[in-house]
Structure formats: structure tokens, C-alpha cells
């Protein structure tokens, strides 16, 4: 009889989803979208945001160089993954920028301008001559090589959570810059449609190098509450309604913010 008890959650488990690890696996990564605490470095100020409203004094992250962007180091929760993550967030008074992605493992090193040049002392086309012959049109993006690297080496699930933006977009979108956005949002569905199967290297090496989120926002920073103060180091609490109504809805099988990926 004992055994039969035992055996009766994992038949129901068994017979509502098809992959039971799997299931809890989104169950647990929802859970972890909701809070945020982390302690980063440097940073300095004090600053509240209530989903795209910041308001404050924050000055966080920074540059080793004129132009290098490679300051701003975290460790904690944040963005559904436990670990180190870079973090980049200014404010002075309701404008600023936010930055914010996960950091790959520490055996992944970043390569520098030197790795794509030649012995011989010609510079490696690479994918990102190939994506200006597709669509000559684009304009070519600021070179960035460090973060994407870091970005590159995340998890699809990591990238979906990363963001890079200004406060100031939320107050006046320019029509040259919607114009630009849906220009590219067609392009990267196009490029998608060309091959469903990810077997073509150069398509994917475009989508690689221009992600969905690359200069935009996840649907929960809008719902995101969060605190930051730091005099040195910083610390940064948080919790966002709209993953913890995701992570509820989640037991039902129904992914509101769609962010149950492998």
C-alpha cells in the first residue's frame, strides 16, 4: 500500500507532462525571475526604478578607457541566473541607461581586436562582412567585441533576459529610431525564414551578432520594482510582479511572459 502512495505523484507527474524534469526545470527558472539581489562593483549613489521610471543619483559600471565599456561587475540573482553578470546603470535624476547580461562560465576568456588578425597581417572578414553583403542597407553597428563575445557564449534563455537601453527612449521615441527598429525586426525575421533548420553558418552568425533584445528591453523590465545603493560597492534588491503572476500561471502549463526556453 505504501508503495502504491509513493508511485501515485510520479504516475500524475508522468501523465500531465511529457517531460517531468523539464517541467520543473521552467518551474524553478520562473522562480528565479522574480527576485533580484545582487552585491557589483563599482558603483556609487542612490536609485529607484518602478519598471521603466528610474529616479535618482546612480552612477555604476563605467569604462577602463575612453570608449571601452568593460567596468560594472555583479554577483547574485539576477535576470533568472545565479552567478556574475555585467551591470552598467546611470541616473541622474529620471534620465539615464541600463545595461545588463549574465557572464559566461570563467574557462570562456574574452578575445580581443588581436584575434582577428591575420598572421600575415590581414584582418579576418568574418560574419559580419557577410551580414553587410545580405542587407547592404543596415547601417553597421558600434564594434563592441567584448561584450559581444560575453554575449555569444550565453545560454538562449540568458540572452532573452539581457537588455541594453536608455531611459529616455520611454519618453520620446524618435520616428528615424521606430523606423530603424521595425526595419530590423523585419530583416531578423526574414534572415529566420531563410533557414528554420540553423543549419546555414553565415545566417546564423547574423542572427547571433544582431540578437532580438540587442538594443531592446524584455517584457518584464516594464514590471520590474528595484532598489540600488552603493558607495564602493553596491547592492541591488529587487522583484517583478510580472514573473512571480509567470511563475503561478506557470503551474497551469501557461507561459505568460514566454520565456520557458531549453
Known sequence: MRILVRLIPTFICALL?????TYWSHRK???????????????????????PLAGGFVFQGGESA?????????????GGSFGSYR???????????????????????????????????KT???????????????PDTESQEGTDSEMDAL???????????????FYNIPVDERRRKKKEAFFRKYVQSLDPDKRNDALQA???????????????????????????????IGFNVAEFLDFILGFTGLDLLEDDIE
Open 66 to 78: 575612453p570608449g571601452k565599456r568593460d567596468l560594472g561587475i555583479g554577483y547574485g540573482l539576477r
Open 17 to 21: 507532462f511529457t517531460d517531468c524534469a
Open 155 to 169: 545560454e538562449e534563455r540568458q540572452k532573452a533576459k539581457s537588455y541594453s537601453l536608455r531611459y529616455l527612449q
Open 29 to 51: 527558472n520562473d522562480l528565479q525571475d522574480v527576485f533580484t539581489f545582487g552585491v557589483e562593483n563599482p558603483g556609487y549613489g542612490v536609485g529607484v526604478r518602478l519598471g
Open 124 to 138: 579576418d572578414s568574418g560574419p559580419r562582412e557577410n551580414s553587410g553583403l545580405i542587407f547592404p542597407e543596415l
Open 206 to 236: 547574423y542572427l547571433a551578432q544582431n540578437p532580438e533584445n540587442k538594443d531592446d528591453y524584455p517584457l518584464a523590465f516594464l514590471y520590474q520594482i528595484e532598489v540600488y545603493l552603493g558607495l564602493r560597492y553596491g547592492i541591488r
Open 87 to 121: 551591470s552598467q546603470q546611470l541616473i541622474f535624476g529620471i534620465l539615464g541607461s541600463d545595461k545588463f547580461h549574465s557572464l559566461p562560465s570563467k574557462n570562456f576568456t574574452v578575445s580581443g581586436p588581436s584575434s582577428d588578425t591575420n598572421p600575415n597581417g
